[in-house]
């Protein structure tokens, strides 16, 4: 195997990882939206969840109206029939009804008092909601047109480097490719790559290689693997980018 050869792997191996770091690049302003997008969605929850709520509580205040004021005119009738009745029976009964009434009256009057603070509380809770996910709808809007802007440059940067992956491939021996896209496919962060160390071990695992095969990688640049991780062993004299 020619020197160059290991060059062409080492070249290879500096593509991919530059193309990954591409792509990642895009993906994490992608993961920005995707967060936001799930608090606008379990805010967008909340809202509806209070929405219903605050329709309820309107109601209920509606009808504490309808019953203060039943008892408003029960109490009012009783009290112009108080100024008719002559016996003590009788003027004793009316009068329990006028308590009742004003007990009613005053019971619903604070229920209302206590829905108006829930309601109030309901309204801002919605002012909240509506004001946070027109936000981060402006933010989702912003976060896509940055990556529209930028993303052709990094498209045609990725292109660039895979039309030089395919020249590079095309130039190596079939079976060293397949190695290489095998041991590359297998997503180490050390890549398919390694190089032995001056006490003959494998850079990326440390596994010992027998003197031989020492000298046949970095003497005669013989095409091996390391036994330990299977990558693919380049001379010392061949530097990594």
Known sequence: MQKEDFKILKELNSLNQAISKLQI?????????????????????ELDLTHDKLKANIRSIQESEAQISHFSKLHSS?????NTLVTEHEISSLQTQIDNA?????????????????????????????????GSLES???????????????????KTKKSRISLLTSSL??????????????????????????????EACGYLLHKSLVSA?????????????ERIIIPQNVKFL
Not at 182 to 201: A, E, F, H, R, V
């Open 173 to 202: 021996p079939t079976a060293i490719i397949t190695k290489f896209e095998y041991l590359t496919s297998k997503g180490s962060p050390l890549g398919p790559l390694t190089q032995i160390t001056d006490s003959n071990n494998c």
């Open 102 to 134: 004003k007990v009613q009256i005053d019971h619903f009057e604070n229920k209302g008092l206590e829905l108006l603070d829930v309601i109030s509380n309901d309204e801002e809770i919605i002012k909240n909601a509506k004001t946070f996910l027109a």
């Open 78 to 82: 009783a009290l112009q029939k108080s």
């Open 140 to 158: 989702i809007n912003e976060i896509e047109s940055e990556i529209n802007q930028s993303n052709h440059k990094i498209l045609d940067d990725i």
């Open 25 to 45: 690049t895009i993906q994490d302003e992608l993961s920005r939206i995707d967060k936001i997008q799930h608090q606008r969605d379990k805010r967008q929850i």
């Open 217 to 229: 990688i970095e003497i005669k640049n013989a095409f091996h693997t390391c036994s330990g991780c």
